[in-house]
Each structure stands twice: as structure tokens, then as C-alpha cells.
């Protein structure tokens, strides 16, 4: 899910004419976990030396009076400080068939060039595993080109190249339903990958640009990490063997992405249980029964939300309302979605959210090394191998 990542596209596009955004974008070119008991004193203390990155999340933040911003002032800038963030995967297309996703995806990308320039001293983009730790030693926000949707390629697999001149380094497969490419998880047939979904696995592979199965069929989990010569991720997922919902995924997927080499980010979403508002409770332990059936060096989070905390006010609650409700109308919404079901943790609604799921994870009894590798440093080190 983008969350409200499809609001924040929508509203920055409209600021940006397409000469702005093809000038933009002509410049881009040139082993198991051990519960032990619960220790209240517990602390994470090596937050602000960690490589910290967010599977998937998006450079926003809301403003007390629950409206969006994302043209980099104040309240986004400030919670981007806050954070720790060192790099977060940012959508920079459009989901869901459609016209035009190709030239949406130009645009999307012209979006965060922007920012970039207009705020240098707090965001860049990430090219390379090394520019990870350029960011972390600058304090900036490292961007990280991502598409939840293969639909921007329409049927050109040479599109993967050119996207990824652009900066785009990672590809989602599918969004939940059906495109050229398979069947996405709320897909009834789970039919699995097609002809042109391996062609773009391995031009994907060539281009070593990251394959991310987040909201993919079962079938097309599986055998698109079957197809794939490099290792994967799921960036934004639950584990289905906790809630059975279609956008978590069975131990035996979360397995093979390990066995691969791959990494599996852990959202804050409604799918960790089966209704009502999730809570840290479910975020831990998601984390903790990945950690069981992937190991350590294979499990991350990926928050699928805003950079900055969210003030719960009668316009964002009307705000989130119609968001659902767009999202049920354009058959694209999860099974667990609902109006009244916010798309975060309320005990992690704040910038330092990872640090706060540091701690709880070090009072858990989960050591330093362990919790280093779930804030970032397995995306770290997937990066690095397949970029």
C-alpha cells in the first residue's frame, strides 16, 4: 500500500509543469531470534551510529492541523531530523493499471529531483551501497528511486534500463492485482508470473536493479524468487502465518527470500492483526517470527508511512476516509483496510519511530548486533549485493 504516498504524489505532480519536470529529469540522467524475558531497563544505544533505512516510506509529514506537506519546510524537515532516517525507498510512480504510467513515473522522479535541489543540505539520492554512509555521515536523508508497479515499462522491458539511468533502483513486481507482468495478492486466479514478468526478472537481474515482491500473488512470489539470479526483497509485508491476510505471506516465501539471500521488511500496518488498530505488540512480533523463520540476516522493517508523526484531527480522519474509500472504489484496497483503521502504530506515531522499535526490541532481550541489522543494515548489505 502507498498509504497516503498517493495523496502526496497527486498534490506535489500538480506543482510541477512538464517542462519543469522533463528539465528535471534530463539533469538526473547527465539463524532464529531467542525471546528472553522482558527487561524494562533495557536501551538501545548505538541508534545514532546505525544505518537506519525504511523499506518503504515517503519524505512527508503532516502539519498540526492534519493537512500534508511535502514541498521540504518546516514540520518535514524537522521530522526528517528527528528520525535517524539514513535512506528510506521512496515510490516515485504511480500504482494500478492505467493511462500515462510512463510519463507519471518521469514526473514522479522530476518530484524528488526537486526537493533534492531545493533542499541539499537535507536529502540525496541514493546511486550506490556507498552512498548509504554518505548520507549518514552528512546527516541527509538518502532518496532511494522505487516503483510499487511494473505497469511504467507498459510492455518495453528497455524501459528498465532507462529508468534506471533516472536513479530507480528498486521494482516492485505487482500492486494487487493483475498486470503484464503476474497476479498480485488480492488476484483470486493467483495465477503467477506471465511470459513478459520473467523477460522483465531477468532484465531487472542485468540491470541489477532490486526486485521487490510486496503485494504479489502467492504463485507469483515464489516463482519470481525461483527466477531471479540475484537475491530479493519484500519491503513492506507481515507474516501471514500470525493474520491471515492476503498481504502478508506464507513462512514458506519468507523462507525462500532468505534462502536466497534476500531481506524482509516488516511494516506498521493494519494486516499485522486480524481487526482493529495494530500496536506495537503486533509490529514486535511479526519482527520476532520473521526472525524465527528467516535468521538475523534477513529481516528489516519497512514502515509503508510518512516520515513525520500523524495528529489525529477531524480534517486527517476525513482525509483518511476518503483515501480508503478511493481505494475500495478502485478495487485496489487489502482486505483489513477500513475508515477507521489508521495505516499506522499510534505507540509509533513519531519521526523516531525506529528508535522506539530499537528499544522495545532491546528489552525484549534481542542484542545490539541483532537490532543493528533490523534498522538497516540487512538492506544495507542487499544493496550492496545487488547493486
Known sequence: MLRNNEAWFDTARDGLSRRQALQLVLAAAAAGTCKLSFAQSAHFERYEQALVIDGLGAPAAYRPD????????????????ESG?????VTVSEVGNGPNRFEEAVTGIAIFEQLIAQHPDTFMRINTADDLQVAKSSGRLGLIYGFQDTTPLESDVS???????????IIQLTYNKRNLVGDGSLEPANAGLSDFGRAVIAELNRERVLIDLSHGGQRTVAEAIAASKAPVAITH??????????????????????????????????????????????????IEHALE?????????????????????????????????????????????????YNFVPDYNTPRRFATIADDLARRGHKSSRIEK????????????VW
Open 374 to 385: 533490523i534498522l538497516g543494515g540487512n538492506f544495507a548489505r542487499l544493496f550492496r549485493e
Open 293 to 341: 523463520v528467516c535468521g538475523e540476516d534477513h529481516v528489516g522493517i519497512g514502515t509503508d508511512g510518512f516520515i513525520g508523526g500523524v495528529p489525529i484531527t477531524p480534517q486527517f480522519k476525513e482525509s483518511h476516509r476518503e483515501f480508503v474509500e478511493d481505494r475500495i472504489r478502485r478495487g485496489i484496497a487489502a482486505p483489513g483496510e477500513a475508515v477507521d483503521v
Open 237 to 286: 509485508t507481515g507474516c501471514r502465518a500470525l493474520v491471515d491476510r492476503p498481504r502478508n505471506v506464507y513462512d514458506e516465501e519468507l523462507r525462500a527470500v532468505a534462502d536466497k539471500g534476500g531481506v524482509v521488511g516488516i511494516y506498521l500496518m493494519p494486516f499485522l492483526r486480524e481487526s482493529g488498530q495494530p500496536r506495537a505488540e503486533d509490529v514486535l512480533r511479526h
Open 85 to 89: 532516517l539514513t535512506a528510506v525507498n
Open 159 to 169: 524501459r528498465i534500463g532507462l529508468f534506471r539511468a533516472l536513479g530507480v533502483r
Open 66 to 81: 492534519g493537512t500534508i506537506e511535502m514541498d521540504g519546510t518546516t514540520h518535514l524537515l524537522a521530522a526528517v531530523k
